[in-house]
Each structure stands twice: as C-alpha cells, then as structure tokens.
C-alpha cells in the first residue's frame, strides 16, 4: 500500500489550501482514512477522519475550517483547510486503517502512512 500526499504550500493567513492523498496498492472499501499533522517540536495530532461510507470526525478545535472528503473511485481523501492561521503549520499525512467501520482518531490504529505534505501559514 502506498499513499502520496500533496497540495501543501506557503500561504498566508486567511488563504486556503487543498491537500490530496492517493492510496493505491490494495482495496480500500471498508477502509479509514485521516490526517494527521505535526507542527515542529510538538507531537503529532489528529485532524480529521473518514469512512468508506462517509462518516467524518474532526479534532473539534478544526470543525468549521477544515473539511475532509473523500473519492472512493479514485482511493483518495482531500482535506480542504480555509482561514488558515499561523498555527496550522505543520507537516501533515494522511493515513489508511483497514478493518474499521467508524472514524479513527489514534494514530497507532492507522495500518499506513503517506510521506507528509508540509504546510507554512505566514503572517
């Protein structure tokens, strides 16, 4: 299995960014999908996650500004990230966990990972 990130950037604060993750290298019905990100010296965080069949749950200081979806035909979640604030930079990846049929927050439940895609919110 195989996930590539990508869309992350330089932006400034207020701008919004698209970021993409294509899984490719097995089935992915019945799998979650998340991001995660991890800003410098700090731990890595979770973001937001989706089913197969569509249910979603975010880190609730990111409801409203972030939305996570996904295309089941193409193996890929999309995180769409507006108002974006100097704290929301980080590196940020996306993860696949098999065998679940509800959003995952824990990392450690995530089967893969993408390289990570890193994001800079300049003031």
């Known amino acids: 299995v195989q996930l590539q990130a990508s869309g992350g950037g330089l932006v400034q604060v207020g701008d919004s960014l698209r970021l993409s993750c294509a899984a490719s290298?097995?089935?992915?019905?019945?799998?979650?999908m998340g991001w995660f990100r991890q800003a410098p010296g700090k731990e890595r965080e979770f973001v937001a996650s989706i089913t197969s069949s569509g249910t979603i749950n975010y880190e609730q200081s990111m409801t409203g500004r972030f939305t996570i979806s996904r295309d089941n035909a193409k193996n890929t979640v999309y995180l769409q990230m507006n108002m974006l604030k100097p704290e929301d930079t980080a590196v940020y990846y996306c993860?696949?966990?098999?065998?679940?049929?509800?959003?995952?927050?824990?990392?450690?439940?995530?089967?893969?990972w993408g390289q990570g895609t890193l994001v800079t919110v300049s003031s």
């Open positions: 290298g097995s089935t992915f019905s019945g799998s979650v």
């Open positions: 993860a696949v966990g098999f065998g679940y049929n509800r959003p995952i927050r824990s990392p450690t439940l995530y089967d893969y």
